[in-house]
T-cell receptor, first 113, second 117 residues
Framework: AQSVTQLDSQVPVFEEAPVELRCNYS??????LFWYVQYPNQGLQLLLK??????LVKGINGFEAEFNKSQTSFHLRKPSVHISDTAEYFC???????????FGSGTKLNVKP | DAGVIQSPRHEVTEMGQEVTLRCKPI?????LFWYRQTMMRGLELLIY????????DSGMPEDRFSAKMPNASFSTLKIQPSEPRDSAVYFC???????????????FGPGTRLTVL
């Protein structure tokens, strides 16, 4: 079975500072990896995904994530955050050729002025 | 495309009443998922369908919950009778096929916020 761990439930950061949201997964098979963002009172929106190829994936709003197979990690980064990035971020994993997603518990990013 | 459509957006009901949540997936998608999100338990997968057939309903909390997908463009999640602990945001998501052929990504609707008094 797959599992996803987001160690940080909340990450406070000042505007224009860099941020990294951590995600680790456990799986014995090849997986697809995703980051979703949820703004207050909204649904989940796809930020970026890793299916294959380059381990550095770029997404929307200046976010990027790096797949590290040896460390089973898929950390999300942004070099300079904005107030508008305040949201909850979810990491998810699915097995290749399977539909079922496993979501982490989410990390609330709070960007302060 | 309009994305995944859910209705109603908000539902307030009294304990014991029947509640029906509705979802229209993205046209051409062949997989549909129902999730529940609460502060205590986070995001939980309740059930998912592939080609209108329920594949995994292990997340359905109990017999009070039921889901149907009578055709490729419509699904319902029903709670009967409802209880206060069912209060949550319920999301529908779809994936697979479509114009982009993106079979590996789930696209979420805006959710239905359910409050059971």
């Amino acid at each position: 079975a797959q599992s996803v761990t987001q160690l940080d439930s909340q990450v406070p950061v000042f505007e224009e500072a860099p941020v990294e949201l951590r995600c680790n997964y456990s799986s014995s098979v090849s997986v697809y990896l995703f980051w979703y963002v949820q703004y207050p009172n909204q649904g989940l929106q796809l930020l970026l995904k890793y299916l294959s190829g380059s381990t550095l994936v770029k997404g929307i709003n200046g976010f990027e994530a790096e797949f590290n197979k040896s460390q089973t990690s898929f950390h999300l980064r942004k070099p300079s955050v904005h107030i508008s990035d305040t949201a909850e971020y979810f990491c998810a994993v699915s097995r290749k050729s399977f539909n079922k997603f496993y979501f982490g518990s989410g990390t609330k990013l709070n960007v302060k002025p | 495309d309009a994305g995944v459509i859910q209705s109603p957006r908000h539902e307030v009901t009294e304990m014991g009443q029947e509640v029906t949540l509705r979802c229209k997936p993205i046209s051409g998608h062949n997989s549909l998922f129902w999730y529940r999100q609460t502060m205590m338990r986070g995001l939980e997968l309740l059930i998912y369908f592939n080609n209108n057939v329920p594949i995994d309903d292990s997340g359905m909390p109990e017999d009070r919950f039921s889901a149907k997908m009578p055709n490729a463009s419509f699904s319902t999640l029903k709670i009967q009778p409802s209880e206060p602990r069912d209060s949550a945001v319920y999301f529908c998501a779809s994936s697979g096929g479509g114009a982009s052929g993106d079979t590996d990504t789930q696209y979420f609707g805006p959710g239905t916020r359910l409050t059971v008094l």
